[in-house]
């Protein structure tokens, strides 16, 4: 099989290499093949970039140079820009320019032209949404002075200034979408990483702890895909919710650190999880607490922004250090992958805050989508890559416990046991066959249990177990008749158990615990219930053993293999108390909350 399974991958990894070659020899043809691409039209639409005169409230005038700035005036204040026309205007020729949160009028000979203010109308904001304007110049405007006044209630927007453009709307159009295309495609290309995510989660449900992992990791790219389209500045055209873009860019900062910090609680180490839910936590209360600021008037989102990026710079500043500790500090294997995207996305995001911080809003929104691209590739890459590691490793598991039941129950089934339970029958049929009979009874519901182990791999009820508990003590019972005695001190029994576990235990209490002294003794089996726990004690006053030496014994494969089964299956606890002459106590402590596969290791727990 082993043979037969290398045999598979190697043809596997043949055929990706062989079409991997075809596809560079593919693209080195099409390179040599290529040809020139016919000459571009002449576009007719211009940037108007020098001749603008910024007159303030005082009617004092300075000439500007650079069009793509800000100035330096308080909020509230209009700022009032001046140029001329060119000379010649042909018909449906439009200025355009954009707007950052401000209210815009143009005029053309102090006549007003074009307003866009709708301050006003908005339920919550102050500001006039960020938009592009576009401004039909009519011929008779030709060599004429035309005036932009922008108005804006926020210090962050007043006195921002853009590059204004002029000509036909369809060339000024393509001028514009051409040149904001890249960060578009990136978010359309986010949220689309996004959507495939969220159905690869909806694939993957059966596994709880996966299942939530990527719900986590498609919400928070689904978040970054939102601010990432929302600050493309595309026209209107591509954008059907642009009034809403200002808004909804606001509000993903705020609520971008809680998918993250549910995300990485699920990724990183359980000894993160306290740290990176009271981020979850501060993020939340960040938001509702913002939010309730604007709803009431006191602040606007835009003016409460210092709070999201503070949350923002802990959630990946705690991820980063999380990411180092775990991979140089407490010996763990930290995701590389992860770590690299993190350390990119961070580093970009500390200079665009640089730039938002400083007024140069031109350079703001170009460094971060790049970097979130990068980071979410990796991660993207480092989540699928953990996705078949894990699925290897449950298969590879399936096969681990497949082996193991049939080595239990084959090392429970010993011959030497079936050789003196059938020579004990054999002696009793003809001196007592009612106790043959029972027996015989006893000894083929033992083997029925044993059995049907191999194939039986969900939990049981307690009560089913103890039936093959009392099955395998009723015939020991009539071979050990005056030597052993066994107490039931049954509680509880409607708890679930994995099959053959406590069986085990029971029969090593009695052929390694008081057959080994020639008085025999007592086995007690007990079961309890607690707030958050059921037990189940097996407990002998027998020869006793010194565990730490017991447990480094490789043939006692059966108890690790029991508490192996119970840890990784149950989330149950199986603890051995013993020692020399005193006996020997095994406990067994089965979480309440075990809910028949449903249980959620409290080590590893995913909102």
């Not at 953990?386 to 239990?408: C, H």
Request: overall charge neutral; aromatic content about 10%.
């Amino acid at each position: 099989m082993k043979l037969d399974e290398t045999k598979r991958v190697k043809g596997m990894r043949a055929r990706f290499l062989l079409v991997v070659f075809c596809m560079v020899f593919v693209l080195l043809i099409a390179v040599l093949d290529r040809a020139e691409i016919p000459p571009e039209p002449q576009c007719s639409s211009i940037e108007i970039e020098k001749g603008w005169i910024y007159r303030d409230t005082e009617g004092n005038c300075r000439k500007i140079t650079v069009l793509n700035g800000k100035l330096n005036t308080p909020a509230g204040e209009t700022i009032r820009l001046e140029n001329k026309l060119p000379q010649t205007v042909h018909s449906g020729m439009f200025l355009c320019f954009r707007s950052s949160q401000q209210s815009v009028r143009v005029l053309v000979d102090e006549k007003q032209i074009y307003e866009y203010d709708t301050s006003d109308l908005r339920l919550f904001s102050r500001a006039t949404p960020s938009a592009w304007n576009f401004v039909p110049i009519s011929q008779e405007s030709a060599g004429k002075t035309v005036a932009i006044e922008t108005v804006s209630p926020y210090k962050q927007s007043s006195g921002q200034l853009n590059r204004v453009f002029f000509g036909p709307y369809s060339e000024v159009e393509l001028y514009i979408i051409n040149s904001q295309l890249p960060q578009f495609i990136i978010s359309l290309f986010i949220m689309i990483m996004a959507v495939f995510f969220f159905f690869l989660s909806l694939w993957l449900k059966k596994t709880k702890d996966i299942g939530n992992i990527l719900d986590s990791l498609c919400l928070f790219i689904l978040l970054v895909g939102i601010w990432v389209f929302s600050e493309s500045k595309m026209p209107p055209v591509f954008s059907g919710l642009s009034m809403m873009e200002p808004s909804i860019t606001f509000f993903v900062l705020f609520l971008m650190p809680m998918p993250y910090a549910d995300y990485m609680s699920c990724r990183l180490h359980p000894r993160h999880q306290k740290a990176l839910s009271l981020l979850f936590y501060a993020a939340f209360t960040n938001t509702v607490v913002c939010t309730l600021i604007q709803i009431c008037g006191a602040a606007d989102m835009i003016e409460l922004l210092p709070a999201a990026h503070v949350m923002l710079i802990l959630t990946a500043g705690y991820t980063l250090t999380a990411l180092v500790y775990d991979r140089y500090t407490a010996g763990g294997n930290g995701d590389i992958l992860e770590f690299t995207g993190l350390m990119i996305l961070f580093l970009c995001g500390v200079v665009e805050l640089g730039f938002f911080y400083r007024n140069d809003l031109e350079d703001t929104g170009t460094l971060v989508p790049l970097g979130i691209l990068v980071y979410l590739i990796l991660i993207s890459g480092s989540a699928v890559r953990n996705l078949l590691r894990r699925t290897a490793r449950t298969e590879e598991l399936s096969r681990e416990l497949q082996d193991s039941r049939v080595k239990l129950m084959v090392g429970q089934i010993q011959p030497h046991f079936i050789y003196n339970t059938l020579g004990a029958i054999q002696a009793y049929i003809m001196k007592s066959p009612n106790t043959a009979y029972k027996m015989v009874q006893d000894f083929s519901d033992y083997l029925r249990a044993n059995i049907q182990s191999i194939t039986r791999t969900d939990p049981i009820l307690f009560s089913e177990e103890l039936k093959h508990i009392r099955a395998y003590t009723d015939i020991e019972l009539v071979r050990f008749r005056n030597r052993i005695q066994v107490v039931y001190e049954i509680g509880p029994k409607d708890f679930l158990i994995l099959p053959l576990t406590v069986q085990p235990l029971v029969e090593n209490a009695i052929k390694h615990g008081l057959c080994k002294q020639p008085e025999g003794g007592i086995l007690w089996i007990r079961t309890l219930e607690e707030e958050k726990n059921y037990l189940v004690i097996v407990e002998d006053n027998g020869i006793g053993f010194d565990v730490s030496e017991i447990m480094g014994e490789k043939d006692n494969f059966g108890l690790m293999n029991i508490q192996k089964r119970l840890k990784s299956q149950m989330g149950a606890e199986v603890k051995i108390e013993s020692a020399p002459g005193k006996g020997t106590r095994v406990t067994v402590t089965i979480p309440r909350d075990f809910l028949g596969g449903g249980y959620i290791y409290k080590n590893n727990t995913c909102r």
